[in-house]
């Protein structure tokens, strides 16, 4: 066959959006997973019950063992409602400084509950691995350590010029962390906190008074970002003329190169980087030990999806999805979060149930990512993985686990 | 048996999809997207026939007609699915020739196409490998190992990491055939798949019998063998033809 240099084919950038935006999510759940696996391995972690947590999502009733089923359904939903309420309160919170335009407030609160996610609960975690493997570290080296990585961390949300790398593993990390302080929830009651959690994130991003949706529209209508700590995949350009494509980085949010003068207007081409204010998560802090509660912050966070740099082109099922030539999606690192406590809790029963959760929300993403293809508008990014997740996790523990058993055990498969 | 054998028998059942994945795979996302997607039509295929057959396992009698019942019933329902596979990949094909009309780059070729199907087949070896082996391979990372009644003298993870592999390679290569089946319309291609999925299911009865997995495992090797040679004559056969009709066009 005669050889001549092949033009590229369509299939290979096609598709390349969403998965740099699968990447990370599935990362996230897999060092959640494994935190899991290792640190719960020991305990009776039927319940959760491996540590006890004190905190605003138990503030009800704390799971026993031995109460009846009606019992621990009714506590779980007390829970839930009241961590939703909170949740709630503090977004409107969010909603009302933002308004009145106190982004460096908003900045510098970012700023400390990273450090205190880091630095506590990283430190806490860490320190239970170094006892768990009898790791030979002495203390000043490993504060000296944590304190600097956090920091880093604390630099990397703050600063918008720090490498794109950096900053995304931060996140990455940052989300790990605050799943895995939430898989240690009794189990009824991180269920049902889901599935509350995405109802909200679906009143909260769709109603008109929902508070996720005026903050989309107060930022739209000033240009300026979300304060919210995001994750944002890395824009590609595919320059038309060359066979190579080119990277965006987006420098400080002013200086976007100029081939994407197609991009819409809206986003974020916000004038000044200061403004570019991202703000934080939760920082929930709870000390093992004691079982004490100490300072709560509930969480402020945006679990909602949104396409940024939407091409003008005709081909708008295709471009929207992400999948077209150019454009970067958002995720919100609350969704980031709350995926994560779904795998970790079930990763709690059984790794069938890991694998049939892990496909679930992958699937639920990609539909939502269709949807924002469609409806071009931020969308909340909980709901249809939640969901999902949740239905196959029982169809799984309750059907296709005793069925798959049964026939790998007389190795009868198909 | 400790952390080493667990990961020992997931890299025996998945290894060469790992390698083939990080070869071919991973260097397209539009082929990673496909991966995952097949991967979750079959899980739910799986779903929804253990759904069915909830009521009545765990199975009360010894005898192995339950399973072949089982199996006959899992099968048709698998090729059934790769059927609707095949629509919707022709679908995605028009849209995909489309879009690259659109943004004038040349349409799919065939190894893009041939691509695509190994992806789909790769999703479902990795599904069954994942469901069937790895999620039950949790006791292996502790300090013991478990045996079969059936087949005593060797660990039951590694003969199910086994079994995953030869399913691995049937059900990644089948895809590729029925595809290509499905395109030129030849008649032997297409019942290929469903003819060497169903007896492969059924060897796996003989594995019932004691002592049978000696016989039964080697043998659905044998049909692994089988279907890569007949996967590769068929992509050679394809290959050819579609360089033939390249020069044709080239003299004209």
């Given at each position: 066959?005669?050889?001549?240099?092949?033009?590229?084919?369509?299939?290979?950038?096609?598709?390349?959006?969403?998965?740099?935006?699968?990447?990370?999510?599935?990362?996230?759940?897999?060092?959640?997973?494994?935190?899991?696996?290792?640190?719960?391995?020991?305990?009776?972690?039927?319940?959760?019950?491996?540590?006890?947590?004190?905190?605003?999502?138990?503030?009800?009733?704390?799971?026993?063992?031995?109460?009846?089923?009606?019992?621990?359904?009714?506590?779980?939903?007390?829970?839930?409602?009241?961590?939703?309420?909170?949740?709630?309160?503090?977004?409107?919170?969010?909603?009302?400084?933002?308004?009145?335009?106190?982004?460096?407030?908003?900045?510098?609160?970012?700023?400390?509950?990273?450090?205190?996610?880091?630095?506590?609960?990283?430190?806490?975690?860490?320190?239970?691995?170094?006892?768990?493997f009898s790791f030979p570290i002495d203390c000043i080296?490993?504060?000296?350590?944590?304190?600097?990585?956090?920091?880093?961390?604390?630099?990397?949300?703050?600063?918008?010029?720090?490498?794109?790398?950096?900053?995304?593993?931060?996140?990455?990390?940052?989300?790990?962390?605050?799943?895995?302080?939430?898989?240690?929830?009794?189990?009824?009651?991180?269920?049902?906190?889901?599935?509350?959690?995405?109802?909200?994130?679906?009143?909260?991003?769709?109603?008109?008074?929902?508070?996720?949706?005026?903050?989309?529209?107060?930022?739209?209508?000033?240009?300026?970002?979300?304060?919210?700590?995001?994750?944002?995949?890395?824009?590609?350009?595919?320059?038309?003329?060359?066979?190579?494509?080119?990277?965006?980085?987006?420098?400080?949010?002013?200086?976007?190169?100029?081939?994407?003068?197609?991009?819409?207007?809206?986003?974020?081409?916000?004038?000044?980087?200061?403004?570019?204010?991202?703000?934080?998560?939760?920082?929930?802090?709870?000390?093992?030990?004691?079982?004490?509660?100490?300072?709560?912050?509930?969480?402020?966070?945006?679990?909602?999806?949104?396409?940024?740099?939407?091409?003008?082109?005709?081909?708008?099922?295709?471009?929207?999805?992400?999948?077209?030539?150019?454009?970067?999606?958002?995720?919100?690192?609350?969704?980031?979060?709350?995926?994560?406590?779904?795998?970790?809790?079930?990763?709690?029963?059984?790794?069938?149930?890991?694998?049939?959760?892990?496909?679930?929300?992958?699937?639920?993403?990609?539909?939502?990512?269709?949807?924002?293809?469609?409806?071009?508008?931020?969308?909340?990014?909980?709901?249809?993985?939640?969901?999902?997740?949740?239905?196959?996790?029982?169809?799984?523990?309750?059907?296709?686990?005793?069925?798959?058993?049964?026939?790998?055990?007389?190795?009868?498969?198909? | 048996?400790?952390?080493?054998?667990?990961?020992?028998?997931?890299?025996?059942?998945?290894?060469?999809?790992?390698?083939?994945?990080?070869?071919?795979?991973?260097?397209?996302?539009?082929?990673?997207?496909?991966?995952?997607?097949?991967?979750?039509?079959?899980?739910?295929?799986?779903?929804?026939?253990?759904?069915?057959?909830?009521?009545?396992?765990?199975?009360?009698?010894?005898?192995?007609?339950?399973?072949?019942?089982?199996?006959?019933?899992?099968?048709?329902?698998?090729?059934?699915?790769?059927?609707?596979?095949?629509?919707?990949?022709?679908?995605?094909?028009?849209?995909?020739?489309?879009?690259?009309?659109?943004?004038?780059?040349?349409?799919?070729?065939?190894?893009?196409?041939?691509?695509?199907?190994?992806?789909?087949?790769?999703?479902?070896?990795?599904?069954?490998?994942v469901f069937f082996c790895i999620s039950l391979l949790?006791?292996?990372?502790?300090?013991?190992?478990?045996?079969?009644?059936?087949?005593?003298?060797?660990?039951?993870?590694?003969?199910?990491?086994?079994?995953?592999?030869?399913?691995?390679?049937?059900?990644?290569?089948?895809?590729?055939?029925?595809?290509?089946?499905?395109?030129?319309?030849?008649?032997?291609?297409?019942?290929?798949?469903?003819?060497?999925?169903?007896?492969?299911?059924?060897?796996?009865?003989?594995?019932?019998?004691?002592?049978?997995?000696?016989?039964?495992?080697?043998?659905?090797?044998?049909?692994?063998?089988?279907?890569?040679?007949y996967c590769s004559k068929v992509v050679w056969r394809?290959?050819?033809?579609?360089?033939?009709?390249?020069?044709?066009?080239?003299?004209?």
């Open positions: 066959m005669e050889h001549y240099a092949r033009p590229r084919s369509v299939i290979e950038t096609l598709g390349e959006e969403i998965v740099r935006i699968v990447t990370p999510v599935s990362i996230c759940m897999l060092l959640v997973v494994i935190l899991v696996s290792v640190l719960n391995g020991a305990s009776n972690f039927s319940y959760g019950d491996g540590v006890t947590v004190n905190s605003v999502a138990t503030m009800a009733y704390s799971e026993n063992g031995s109460d009846s089923i009606w019992d621990k359904l009714k506590g779980a939903l007390l829970n839930s409602l009241i961590f939703v309420a909170v949740v709630t309160v503090v977004t409107f919170l969010l909603v009302l400084l933002f308004y009145l335009r106190c982004t460096k407030f908003l900045k510098y609160y970012m700023g400390f509950s990273a450090f205190m996610v880091l630095g506590f609960m990283g430190g806490e975690i860490v320190l239970q691995l170094i006892r768990d080296t490993f504060l000296v350590i944590l304190f600097n990585l956090s920091v880093i961390g604390v630099m990397a949300v703050f600063m918008t010029k720090m490498a794109i790398f950096i900053t995304q593993s931060y996140l990455v990390a940052i989300g790990m962390l605050v799943a895995y302080w939430f898989t240690l929830l009794p189990e009824w009651t991180t269920w049902v906190l889901l599935v509350a959690m995405a109802l909200y994130d679906l009143a909260a991003v769709l109603l008109p008074g929902g508070p996720l949706r005026l903050l989309v529209e107060l930022a739209i209508s000033r240009d300026e970002d979300i304060p919210a700590l995001v994750y944002e995949a890395r824009p590609v350009l595919v320059n038309e003329s060359s066979t190579a494509p080119t990277r965006i980085w987006r420098n400080g949010r002013g200086d976007l190169v100029d081939n994407q003068n197609q991009t819409s207007s809206r986003s974020n081409l916000s004038p000044d980087s200061s403004s570019r204010s991202h703000l934080q998560d939760e920082t929930p802090e709870n000390d093992v030990e004691e079982g004490v509660i100490r300072s709560e912050d509930p969480e402020l966070m945006a679990p909602l999806i949104q396409n940024v740099n939407a091409a003008a082109s005709e081909d708008l099922f295709l471009e929207g999805i992400g999948l077209g030539s150019s454009g970067a999606i958002k995720l919100g690192l609350g969704d980031f979060i709350f995926y994560s406590v779904l795998v970790g809790r079930a990763a709690m029963y059984d790794f069938m149930t890991v694998y049939a959760c892990y496909l679930a929300i992958i699937a639920g993403l990609g539909l939502t990512l269709i949807l924002l293809a469609v409806y071009r508008k931020a969308l909340p990014a909980l709901p249809v993985s939640v969901m999902l997740g949740v239905i196959f996790y029982f169809l799984t523990r309750f059907s296709l686990e005793v069925f798959v058993v049964q026939c790998s055990i007389h190795l009868v498969m198909f | 048996m400790t952390v080493a054998a667990g990961v020992g028998y997931a890299l025996l059942a998945l290894g060469p999809s790992l390698s083939l994945f990080l070869a071919v795979i991973s260097r397209k996302p539009f082929l990673v997207l496909t991966l995952l997607s097949s991967t979750l039509v079959w899980l739910m295929s799986l779903i929804a026939l253990s759904a069915v057959w909830r009521p009545f396992i765990p199975f009360k009698t010894a005898a192995s007609w339950p399973y072949a019942i089982v199996i006959i019933t899992s099968v048709a329902c698998q090729e059934a699915l790769r059927i609707l596979w095949w629509r919707l990949y022709k679908k995605m094909e028009e849209i995909l020739d489309a879009f690259a009309d659109r943004v004038s780059k040349p349409r799919l070729f065939v190894t893009d196409k041939m691509q695509i199907a190994l992806a789909g087949g790769m999703g479902h070896g990795v599904a069954h490998a949790t006791p292996a990372f502790g300090p013991a190992t478990y045996y079969t009644e059936k087949c005593s003298r060797i660990p039951f993870f590694l003969l199910s990491a086994l079994i995953a592999l030869a399913f691995v390679t049937i059900h990644t290569f089948s895809m590729v055939i029925a595809f290509s089946g499905h395109a030129d319309g030849n008649r032997t291609d297409q019942y290929f798949a469903p003819v060497v999925h169903l007896t492969s299911g059924m060897l796996t009865l003989i594995n019932l019998a004691s002592g049978g997995c000696i016989i039964g495992i080697p043998l659905l090797y044998v049909v692994a063998a089988i279907t890569l040679a394809r290959l050819s033809a579609n360089a033939n009709r390249i020069r044709q066009a080239n003299l004209h």
